[in-house]
């Protein structure tokens, strides 16, 4: 787990050492050599060509070791007015930073192609479902901006766990501070955090309550997905028969030669659901410890390092489907929908001037004694309906939420750091 940490390692030290320097621990040729070499240590690290060490306890430990094996003396330097616990917290906090901003990035690519398919189906009707039984026109224009709408929120709650992350830890040492004069603000500013977690208490038990913010931003996500990977193994299935797929993105039977089974998306569905319930366990290997560092903590790497992974897979898959999905024709010309327009028969009543509980009267009686008939025509404008999907109105709520994120300045503070 740790080598998810090896490049933010690195960063985290080219602040510190600067830092170190600017209070007179370190000299003016010490820090030239020590950034020179980490920056060294970083290309081996983003080439492939680090390993942890057999016998090494940790990545912190190995890159320095490293710097005392090529640099002598000066590479001990380096660990002066820090503690494991802060530099541990500081990596953590890259590292999550930066996945968060690679997740954001796949987010916006799937939620770009739910709202191209939106616009390109938005005049495909099929029936909606209340209650799982037959209730009301629908579009795959609404069925498609739904999601890339509920995508939207997901974000917005994934920015404040981005906000929570992207705070300064560094210089908390165990837990307590340091008798070093520490410049904290100038580790914040080059390491590109927004702020500090100024109270050192505080930054020591932000360990596990940030990866379980972390968690539920990244369930909220998953929720997604699974609810529409349920969707379409449902408009799949031969009784909806609403969609369909090549057979190369579905899967056979080993004795039933018709079945084209939605495996994609039972995998899709399966993994986030399994996602959903890592906020719980996050909260349940950290609700009774009291304040201080534990090493209970360093098990939540286990459950969340890979999350994000398997979160970036199953976007990419939901990309796949989406992109080579089939649409069926003429959906609702099927004589098992029509009781879908009985709402619109009651509302074409009304706007000729009967109540509406009159008109609903009289159309369940139609309906019940067999004499109702309706057409197939919706007429629906208002505000984020069939004939209105406001896809640029929901297009705006998504830039204003990742223009908010300002990655520009975090990357500018990296940049710097290994230029």
């Not at 020179?36 to 290309?43: D, R």
């Not at 067999?370 to 309906?385: R, W």
Request: glycine share 6%; hydrophobic share 40%; net charge negative.
């Amino acid at each position: 787990m740790d080598t998810y940490l090896a490049p933010f390692d690195v960063l985290g030290s080219l602040a510190h050492i600067a830092m170190l320097q600017s209070i007179n621990l370190l000299e003016r040729d010490e820090l030239t050599v020590l950034q020179q070499e980490l920056k060294n240590i970083y290309k081996e690290i983003t080439s492939g060509d680090f390993k942890l060490e057999e016998g090494v306890e940790d990545i912190h430990s190995q890159v320095e070791l490293l710097l005392t094996r090529r640099l002598g003396e000066v590479g001990k330097k380096i660990h002066s007015g820090r503690s494991r616990n802060d530099q541990v917290l500081v990596d953590l906090k890259l590292f999550l930073r930066h996945e968060l901003e690679v997740l954001v990035a796949e987010v916006k690519s799937l939620f770009d192609l739910l709202q191209q398919q939106s616009e390109a189906y938005k005049d495909h009707l099929l029936p909606g479902y209340t209650h799982l039984q037959i209730a009301m026109p629908s579009s795959f224009g609404l069925w498609f901006g739904a999601y890339a709408e509920s995508l939207v929120d997901d974000l917005t709650v994934l920015q404040g766990a981005y906000k929570t992350v992207n705070k300064n830890p560094l210089g908390s040492a165990a837990g307590y501070g340091s008798s070093f004069p520490l410049n904290r603000t100038m580790t914040t500013q080059l390491l590109g955090f927004e702020d500090l977690n100024y109270n050192v208490v505080y930054a020591q038990m932000g360990r596990g309550k940030t990866e379980k913010i972390v968690a539920f931003a990244l369930s909220g996500i998953a929720a997604t997905l699974s609810k529409m990977a349920m969707d379409a193994c449902m408009f799949m299935n031969q009784n909806f028969g609403f969609i369909g797929f090549p057979d190369e993105l579905t899967t056979g039977s080993s004795i039933m030669p018709h079945k084209k089974n939605p495996d994609v998306w039972e995998l899709i569905r399966s993994h986030c659901n399994k996602l959903q319930a890592l906020p719980n366990e996050v909260a349940m290997m950290t609700v009774n410890l009291p304040s201080g560092y534990h090493r209970d903590l360093q098990l939540l790497k286990e459950s969340l390092f890979p999350a994000f992974g398997t979160l970036t897979s199953c976007i990419r898959m939901a990309k796949l489907m989406i992109e080579n999905i089939k649409v069926k024709e003429n959906i609702l010309q099927d004589e098992k929908y029509k009781y879908l327009f009985s709402v619109e028969v009651v509302n074409n009543l009304v706007l000729e001037g009967l109540p509406f509980r009159e008109a609903y009267k009289k159309v369940g009686l139609d309906i019940e004694n067999g004499s109702f008939t309706t057409g197939t025509k919706v007429n629906h404008t208002h505000e984020g309906s069939i004939g209105n999907l406001c896809t640029a109105q929901i297009k705006g709520m998504m830039d204003k939420v990742l223009a908010d994120f300002n990655f520009d300045k975090v990357n500018k503070a990296v940049e710097a750091l290994l230029a």
